[in-house]
């Protein structure tokens, strides 16, 4: 077996982060009931820009569509869910649980060139599309040069 030297500093750094977790009430190894938790985790994702639109995705597998909810307000498009436990899980023997249960949110900061009242969301197969049409005035326009 080899022997693996600690740092000191990574160690306190670690011990640290845990006893903040604790202070506010947060143990990302096991809550009380035994089950790990995303607590205030954020799904993963990708923000695209064109011409019309800025497209939002987020990444949400093994939550379903009734648990998730979208708002705008004041130019901050939030997103809330929460993944929620399966019943089964407490009869089974688990040696492992990596997956995250709880509730999540994650807010942005939208521009105010976003034509509100068209925002869309869409939620298949785990994955939340949000769009956000742009006014007419935010896209701009080619004016021609004339040259004499």
Same mark, same amino acid.
């Given at each position: 077996?080899?022997?693996?030297?600690?740092?000191?500093?990574?160690?306190?750094?670690?011990?640290?982060?845990?006893?903040?977790?604790?202070?506010?009430?947060?143990?990302? %190894? %096991?809550?009380?009931?035994?089950?790990?938790? !995303?607590?205030?985790?954020?799904?993963?994702?990708?923000?695209?820009?064109?011409?019309?639109?800025?497209?939002?995705?987020?990444?949400?597998?093994?939550?379903?569509?009734?648990?998730?909810?979208?708002?705008?307000?004041?130019?901050?498009?939030?997103?809330?869910?929460?993944?929620?436990?399966?019943?089964?899980?407490?009869?089974?023997?688990?040696?492992?649980?990596?997956?995250?249960?709880?509730? @999540?949110?994650?807010? @942005?900061?939208?521009?105010? @060139?976003?034509?509100?009242?068209?925002?869309?969301?869409? @939620?298949?197969?785990?994955? %939340?599309?949000?769009?956000?049409?742009?006014?007419?005035? !935010?896209?701009?326009?080619?004016?021609?040069?004339?040259? !004499?």
């Amino acid at each position: 077996m080899a022997l693996i030297k600690k740092d000191p500093l990574v160690a306190e750094l670690s011990g640290g982060a845990g006893r903040l977790n604790r202070l506010f009430g947060h143990n990302d %190894l %096991l809550e009380a009931d035994g089950i790990s938790t !995303a607590g205030d985790r954020a799904p993963a994702v990708d923000i695209l820009e064109t011409e019309r639109e800025i497209t939002i995705k987020a990444e949400l597998p093994g939550i379903e569509g009734k648990d998730v909810s979208v708002s705008l307000e004041n130019n901050v498009l939030t997103l809330k869910g929460e993944r929620r436990t399966e019943r089964e899980m407490y009869t089974e023997n688990y040696h492992r649980m990596e997956r995250a249960y709880g509730s @999540f949110c994650r807010s @942005f900061s939208i521009p105010a @060139f976003i034509h509100e009242e068209s925002v869309t969301a869409e @939620f298949r197969n785990g994955l %939340l599309t949000i769009t956000l049409p742009k006014k007419d005035s !935010a896209r701009g326009k080619t004016i021609e040069v004339n040259a !004499a």
